[in-house]
Nanobody, 115 residues
Framework: QVQLVESGGGLVQAGGSLRLSCAAS????????MGWHRQAPGKQRELVAA???????NYADSVKGRFTISKDNAKNTVYLQMNSLKPEDTAVYYC?????????WGQGTQVTVSS
């Protein structure tokens, strides 16, 4: 079992920045990748960014150049630095950890970007 705890969401004006954190605990040794997904009202959950245990990253086209995912192995924490935020980035952001065949999810943190 893996437990994920997110923090760092909030309300920000368009053009502003936020940093989300996701702390992992439990059976973390077998995690192969971690990522951030988001879900806006009335929309499906979508991948925002992911990072593998080897450090490879991938991003949704809508956030490339604005968001950066990183990790601190010593702290078992993954971060999502979000810059140049837009109102369309408003959503609940969920941390995800993959331990094939299992997927673990955090409780979600709200990000609201005002115009």
């Amino acid at each position: 079992q893996v437990q994920l705890v997110e923090s760092g969401g909030g309300l920000v004006q368009a053009g502003g920045s936020l940093r989300l954190s996701c702390a992992a605990s439990g059976s973390i040794f077998s995690i192969t990748a971690m990522g951030w997904h988001r879900q806006a009202p009335g929309k499906q959950r979508e991948l925002v960014a992911a990072i593998t245990s080897g450090g490879s990253t991938n991003y949704a086209d809508s956030v490339k150049g604005r968001f950066t995912i990183s990790k601190d192995n010593a702290k078992n924490t993954v971060y999502l630095q979000m810059n140049s935020l837009k109102p369309e980035d408003t959503a609940v952001y969920y941390c995800n950890a993959r331990d094939v065949p299992y997927n673990y999810w955090g409780q979600g943190t709200q990000v609201t970007v005002s115009s």
